[in-house]
């Protein structure tokens, strides 16, 4: 089977534009699973779709939003950037839910000047 | 939520079996303990996962004791190549939609020849 993939890979956006990041999970995986990775606060939770419904989510705020098509296949939107929001933006699919075992997609770097 | 502590680093030499120790003090009934391996610019790969007492495959072993306070990942006969950051990962249970989940610092480990 293929495994995740997401684009683009690498990104650079303005302060104040929006961004949309997509993620294709391995075939017949329900389950995608946002992350954002940075060097100071790590791997933080964004939140979760299952069956294209938002399972859970996590502490961020309401700029970040996602969503599942009935493929599975999911997007990311963060709108009006801001300079903290640079990151590598990771998915991960599963086929039973995020508690289970996951896997990652290489990730989307996106710096924001 | 169910919050995971581990060391920041531990240092090997490559033959030997390493140990890395996570804390979940508040772990839930219904938590699995997983455990992940990143490498530099590569999304985190799964590697173990664990309920309690022992699991074992073909890369690692998870011990986990009867309070469910901590788990061990043990690594037998190091590489070079072993060397990634470790993650330990509590998830909640998804339980109707409350599924959540917290991954630690985790544990920068550096083999050495």
């Known amino acids: 089977k293929a495994g995740v993939t997401q684009t683009p890979r690498y990104l650079i956006k303005t302060r104040g534009q929006q961004v949309t990041l997509s993620c294709s999970p391995i075939?017949?995986?329900?389950?995608v699973s946002w992350y954002q990775q940075t060097p100071g606060q790590g791997l933080q939770f964004l939140f979760e779709y299952f069956s294209e419904t938002q399972r859970n989510k996590g502490n961020f705020p309401g700029r970040f939003s996602g969503r599942q098509f009935s493929n599975s296949r999911s997007e990311m939107n963060v709108s009006t950037l801001e300079l903290g929001d640079s990151a590598l933006y990771l998915c991960?699919?599963?086929?039973?839910?995020?508690?289970?075992?996951?896997?990652f997609g290489p990730g989307t770097r996106l710096t924001v000047t | 939520l169910a919050k995971t502590t581990q060391p920041i680093s531990m240092d090997s030499y490559e033959g030997q079996e390493v140990n890395i120790t996570c804390s979940h003090n508040n772990i839930a009934t219904n938590d699995y303990i997983t455990w992940y391996q990143q490498f530099p610019s590569q999304g985190p790969r799964f590697i173990i996962q664990?309920?309690?007492t022992k699991v074992t495959n073909e890369v690692a072993s998870l011990f986990i004791p009867a309070d469910r306070k901590s788990s061990t990942l043990s690594l037998p006969r190091v590489s070079l190549s072993d060397t990634a950051v470790y993650y330990c990962l509590v998830g909640e249970a998804a339980s109707g939609n409350t599924g959540k989940l917290i991954f630690g610092q985790g544990t920068t480990l550096q083999v050495k020849p």
């Open positions: 075939s017949g995986h329900r389950s």
């Open positions: 991960a699919s599963s086929e039973r839910g995020s508690e289970y075992e996951q896997y």
């Open positions: 664990g309920y309690k």
